[in-house]
């Protein structure tokens, strides 16, 4: 299994756009019922058409349940774990129900030191925890490639594992289950998931996400 790189190369209009979507949902939403979707370009969805990522297929399953959520997507291609770590604030000003954290595949592909890596996801954790203390929290786990050794690769896993258990939060050890590796599965940088790869993603994550609702 190999992790996935998080080009860096989403737009700035698609950022401006997500804000724009956000202070929408912060405006007319029930404001306990918002699942923010948290991450890398994994869940933004780089090169898919609007309503292609996972979070928003995940909408599509809860509107068709009539279950009162708002799936948010906080994914921004590039994210590291420091840099979700300044952002994360600006997400936190609209009440959260869920949180869902999918970071660290970028530090994997620098070869941040795992310590640092760690430090920066719980520093995001607790920050959704002292803001939203009753809010139900996920975390999804990435694998990095070979080429990175296999101390570094060991260490990496058992981050997320350990701070899923630290944390108690809902734990899916591995997003791309069923994509990663999978050609047709995935765009032509052989990266990020197609339309059809972030159905199988939206589906690995609805499986541990549906018992929170």
Sequence with gaps: MVLFSCNNKQTENKSENRKDTLANVSENSTPAQNILFFGTSLTAGYGLSPGEAYPELIQHQLDSLKLPYTAINGGLSGETSAAGKARVDWLLKQPISIFVLELG?????????????????????????????KAKL??????VPPNMGDKYASDFRNMFKSLAVKNHMTFLPFLLEGVAGIPN????????????G????????????????
């Design 198 to 213: 972030q159905k199988i993603v939206a589906k690995n994550v609805w499986l541990k996400l549906e018992p929170l609702l």
């Design 185 to 196: 599965l995935n765009q032509n940088d052989g990266i990020h998931p197609t339309a059809i």
């Design 138 to 143: 996920m975390l999804t786990g990435m694998e």
């Design 105 to 133: 595949a970028n530090d994997g592909l620098r070869g941040i030191p795992v310590i640092e890596t760690t430090a920066n996801l719980q520093a995001i954790i607790e920050k959704v925890k002292i803001k939203y203390p």
